[in-house]
C-alpha cells in the first residue's frame, strides 16, 4: 500500500516500518507533517494531552500562549491558579496586595489594620494607605495624636492640627472635633491637646477651671498666662474688674493721668473726681 505521511501533532521514529504513526504526548508538539519527533512545550506553558500540534498554553502563574509567543508571568499584585490558559491573570481585589509574580494561587495580602486601598492590583505594602483617623501607608500607619485629626481615608497625608484657640484630647478623630477654649482663655499654638493648654486671657487670672476676672483695683495685661493681677498703681484706681491694661488705672480725686503716667495737681488745680485721667 501506498506510504502516507504523519499528520501534524503525530511523528513516527522508526524507519523501513509499517507501524502507525504516534500523537506527540502531553507536553509536546509538532505543526508539520511527515516528522520523526516532537518538540517540547516552551518553558511554563503545557497542552495536557497528546497530538497537539500547537496548543501549548500558560501555567498556573503565567498568561498567554505558544502561538503568540507571548507568555509571561503574572506580575505582582496578581496571579492564575488555572494551568493551560491562556486567560489574563487575575488582580488582588480591593484592600489586599501582593509582591511577588508568577503566583499560582490567591496569595494577596489584606491591608494592615487602619489602611486600606480601594484599587485592585496592588503590587507593594506602601499602596496600603492609611484611613481616616491616622496617618501613613502599609509601612508604617499611626493614629493621629490628640489635638489632631484627619477627615480622608486613603491617604498618606499628615493629621491636620487643631487652630488656635482649640483642643481635642481624643486620638484617631476622622473629623474636625476640635473644642473651643472655655471663655476667657486662648491658647496661640495649634495642635493642643489637653483643655489646660487654654491660658487666662488679659484681665483674667487663674488656671481652668478656676479662670476669674481680676478684681476692681487690679489689672492684668498679659494674655494667655496665668499670672496673677497687678495692683493698680498709687494714686490710681479701676472700679470695673476684668481690666487687661495699665492705662485702665485711672488716676484718683486730686491726681491726673493713668497707670502709665500719673501725677498730683499741681498747686493751685484740684480735681474731685475719682478714676479719671482728666
Not at 503590587?123 to 508604617?140: E, I, V
Amino acid at each position: 500500500s501506498a506510504c502516507t505521511a504523519c499528520s501534524a501533532g503525530k511523528f513516527k521514529a522508526a524507519v523501513a516500518s509499517a507501524a502507525a504513526c504516534t500523537d506527540c504526548s502531553s507536553g509536546k508538539y509538532n505543526t508539520a507533517t511527515a516528522q520523526t519527533a516532537c518538540t517540547d512545550c516552551p518553558g511554563n506553558t503545557n497542552n495536557g494531552q497528546s497530538g497537539n500540534t500547537v496548543n501549548c498554553l500558560a501555567d498556573w502563574g503565567y498568561t498567554g500562549d505558544a502561538v503568540s509567543d507571548n507568555v509571561a508571568a503574572c506580575v505582582a499584585g496578581k496571579f492564575k491558579a488555572a494551568p493551560e490558559s491562556s486567560a489574563a491573570c487575575t488582580d488582588c481585589p480591593s484592600g489586599t496586595y501582593n509582591t511577588a509574580t508568577a503566583q499560582t494561587a490567591d496569595t494577596c495580602n489584606n491591608c494592615p489594620s487602619n489602611t486600606g486601598v480601594t484599587s485592585s492590583g496592588s503590587d507593594a505594602l506602601a499602596s496600603c494607605l492609611a484611613d481616616a483617623g491616622y496617618t501613613g501607608d502599609g509601612t508604617s500607619v499611626a493614629a493621629c495624636a490628640a489635638g489632631k485629626f484627619k477627615a480622608t481615608g486613603e491617604s498618606s497625608a499628615a493629621c491636620t492640627e487643631c487652630g488656635s484657640g482649640k483642643y481635642n484630647t481624643v486620638a484617631a478623630q476622622t473629623t474636625n472635633t476640635c473644642v473651643n477654649c472655655p471663655d476667657h482663655t486662648a491658647v496661640t499654638s495649634t495642635g493642643s491637646d489637653v483643655e489646660s493648654a487654654c491660658l487666662a486671657e488679659g484681665g483674667y487670672t487663674g488656671v481652668l477651671p478656676n479662670v476669674v476676672a481680676c478684681a476692681a483695683g487690679k489689672f492684668k495685661a498679659a494674655s494667655e498666662s496665668s499670672a496673677t493681677c497687678n495692683d493698680c498703681p498709687t494714686n490710681t484706681g479701676v472700679t470695673s474688674s476684668g481690666s487687661d491694661t495699665l492705662a485702665s488705672c485711672l488716676a484718683d480725686a486730686g491726681y491726673t493721668g493713668d497707670g502709665t503716667n500719673v501725677a498730683a495737681c499741681v498747686v493751685g488745680q484740684f480735681k474731685a473726681t475719682a478714676e479719671s485721667s482728666a
